[in-house]
Nanobody
């Protein structure tokens, strides 16, 4: 079992920055994909960014060039640096781990990010 605990959300003005962190407890493997999803009110949960093996990354088009995902395998922690934040980035951000085998998905409890003046 893997448990995920997010931190770093909050209220920020447009153009500002935040850094999200997600610490995983339990057995983790470098092959596990770690990432972030978000869900805005009235919308479906969407992929924001993923990272595999510490170097292979994937971003939603809406955040490319503004968000950077990184990972510290020694600490079983994934980070996401969010710059140039926009009001449309407002959402609950969820940490996610996908394990290839046995096929498993784990979710954090979510952290609120609000971008508003």
């Amino acid at each position: 079992q893997v448990q995920l605990v997010e931190s770093g959300g909050g209220l920020v003005q447009p153009g500002g920055s935040l850094r999200l962190s997600c610490a995983a407890s339990g057995t983790m493997f470098s092959s596990d994909a770690m990432g972030w999803y978000r869900q805005a009110p009235g919308k479906e949960r969407e992929l924001v960014a993923t990272i595999i093996s510490g170097s292979v990354t994937n971003y939603a088009d809406s955040v490319k060039g503004r968000f950077t995902i990184s990972r510290d395998n020694a600490k079983s922690t994934v980070y996401m640096q969010m710059n140039s934040l926009r009001p449309e980035d407002t959402a609950v951000y969820y940490c996610h781990v996908h394990r290839i085998w046995p096929p498993s998905d784990y979710w954090g409890q979510g952290t609120q990010v609000t971008v508003s003046s």
